[in-house]
Nanobody, 117 residues
């Protein structure tokens, strides 16, 4: 089993910044990618960023140039730096990890990000 604990959500003004953190614990040998999804109220989750164990990153077009993802393999953590926040970034952000031993996806509990003036 893998447990993911997120932190760093909250309230920010448009143009402001927040940094989300996610730390994984448990049986991590099979984990090969971690990242973030977000979910708007009443809508399905959408993937916005991921980083693989070899350091490759990917960002959705909706956040490119404003968000960045990084990881600390020693601390089993992944971070989402969110700059130049927009009102439409308001959502619940979920950390996830994909593993192949066994093959499954793990989810954090979600953290609310609210962008409002």
């Amino acid at each position: 089993q893998v447990q993911l604990v997120e932190s760093g959500g909250g309230l920010a003004q448009p143009g402001g910044s927040l940094r989300l953190s996610c730390t994984a614990s448990g049986s991590l040998d099979g984990i090969y990618v971690m990242g973030w999804w977000r979910q708007y109220l009443g809508r399905a989750r959408e993937k916005i960023a991921h980083v693989t164990t070899d350091g490759s990153t990917n960002l959705d077009d909706s956040v490119k140039g404003r968000f960045s993802i990084s990881s600390d393999n020693v601390k089993n953590s992944v971070f989402l730096q969110m700059d130049n926040l927009r009102i439409e970034d308001t959502a619940v952000y979920y950390c996830y990890a994909n593993g192949n031993r066994p093959t499954r996806t793990y989810w954090g509990q979600g953290t609310q990000v609210t962008v409002s003036s």
